[in-house]
């Protein structure tokens, strides 16, 4: 499983299940006569599966996709880290502050409306952008927090 993560491939309870079905027979038909119906079967496998994935720390979630592989992210990560402390070593802890500015959407115009069906879905005025405030989080090397506003 962690292997075909790290490869960036997708990876199912289905997936799971073709794999005992090919590496692990015996075991998969025992299991399978074991229980009572075939509605049975399929919940309890899949429910074995999805155990099976909590237990090692997976989740499913929805598949994003980049640019750039994880190794070559980690990569950069590293050779920044190194040049940054190189560059930096004699600074204290406390005087280096990484800085944040996330930005928080808020009143998004709906996507749709209500409309009488043969009727005109035309609204009085158009909102085409939310509105947006930016907030800027700092954090000290040695552990503290800085929050600031700033206006939008």
Known sequence: MNEVREQEHHLTHTHLITYMKTHHQDWLTDYLAAKKTEDRVYHS????????????????RVPCVFKVKQGELREIH?????HFWAKFASTAHADI???????????????????KVGGSSKV???QNHSNRMTAVLSIRSNGTMNRGESRP
């Open 78 to 82: 590293e050779k920044f880290a190194s």
């Open 97 to 115: 502050i990484n800085v944040d500015k996330p930005s928080v959407y808020y009143d998004m115009p709906p996507g749709k409306t209500l409309a």
């Open 124 to 126: 009085d005025k158009s």
């Open 45 to 60: 496998l899949m429910r074995l599966c999805q155990r099976f994935s909590q237990r090692y720390q997976f989740s499913q």
